[in-house]
């Protein structure tokens, strides 16, 4: 079959191309063959040409089986004709040509047809291939992202760590305030829209594949390699356009809470301690009445020395 798309327009072309090829390659094997037998006067050449005629068409196929029995055919021809003729033979050797045509022809379909069947198996196969390997990357595409607001997951998050080692990085946990009041309130409809609008301006801010939803109404940033007045630049950008989500009734206000950590990530250890201690600067900030950012430079001292709880630190959904 010809491929139609943008990658495979050549592919019938270049299928008809690699045909004549391997045609030209099996007739020149089974012309060489005959030059041999004939040299050397073997006394039972059609063992050996019937050999070639086997191997070509087993493979390449018809075309190299049809051109190869052909010049069996016409050497047998010559070979068992009285004083090599080609039309003139003995009752025997008539006998002997008829049972050469009969071989070739049965060793050309069967052969071929065997070979046919291995190369649509082939095909088939090869398809089924892409087609897994298509699926498996959109598969883990969908195991990597969450699925209400489409940034990346905790599952990405633990697969990207080593994209950040030894990467000068801003490391950035925030929530949404008073989240379970909105819930409560208004249904986790309304809650959920909130918090795919909120991705939508994270992604937006500092780039997809540098967000995650870490659980709930928390989302962890880790922007590698940019400047402090870059970072708060952005950061401030993205406080604005929260205010301006749409949270179901007029004059119910959507902010949110923030702390983060600037530094060297010199080792994978060292990000799961600034996730600690920028989650510690979150805290921080809701302590100071919320709708506000917190941002410290990172110690791993310090980070260390911070309680942890069973998920590693803290998390504060709804408050």
């Not at 940033?221 to 356009?241: H, S």
């Amino acid at each position: 079959m010809v491929s139609n798309d943008p990658a495979g327009r050549s592919t019938g072309a270049d299928a008809r191309h690699a045909d004549v090829k391997h045609t030209l390659i099996a007739l020149g094997a089974m012309l060489a063959m005959v030059a041999v037998v004939y040299l050397f006067n073997v006394p039972n050449p059609n063992i050996l040409l019937i050999t070639v005629l086997a191997v070509f068409t087993c493979l390449y196929g018809y075309p190299a089986g049809i051109a190869c029995g052909a010049v069996m055919i016409l050497y047998s021809m010559y070979f068992f004709s009285t004083d090599h003729s080609f039309f003139r033979y003995t009752t025997l050797n008539l006998e002997k040509m008829g049972v050469t045509v009969l071989g070739v022809v049965l060793n050309t379909l069967f052969i071929g047809h065997l070979q046919r069947q291995y190369t649509e198996a082939h095909d088939q196969l090869r398809e089924t291939n892409r087609d897994l390997i298509r699926d498996n990357r959109h598969l883990e595409a969908a195991s990597m992202t969450d699925g209400l607001t489409g940034v990346r997951n905790r599952f990405a998050l633990r697969r990207d760590y080593g994209r950040f080692e030894n990467r000068d990085v801003h490391v950035m946990m925030l929530d949404l305030d008073d989240f379970k009041g909105i819930n409560d309130r208004f249904g986790h409809g309304a809650g959920d829209a909130i918090l795919k609008q909120l991705s939508a301006a994270l992604a937006d801010s500092f780039g997809a594949e540098w967000c995650y939803r870490y659980g709930g109404d928390e989302f962890l940033v880790i922007v590698p390699d940019i400047p402090e007045g870059e970072f708060l630049a952005r950061l401030e950008a993205l406080k604005q356009r929260v205010r301006q989500i749409d949270a179901g009734e007029e004059g119910l206000p959507v902010h949110f809470s923030a702390g983060y950590v600037h530094g060297v990530c010199e080792l994978s250890y060292d990000l799961r301690l600034m996730m600690h201690q920028a989650d510690s600067n979150l805290y921080d900030a809701k302590g100071l009445g919320k709708d506000c950012c917190v941002g410290r430079a990172f110690s791993r001292v310090f980070a260390e020395s911070l309680p942890e709880n069973a998920d590693g630190f803290g998390s504060r959904e709804g408050e």
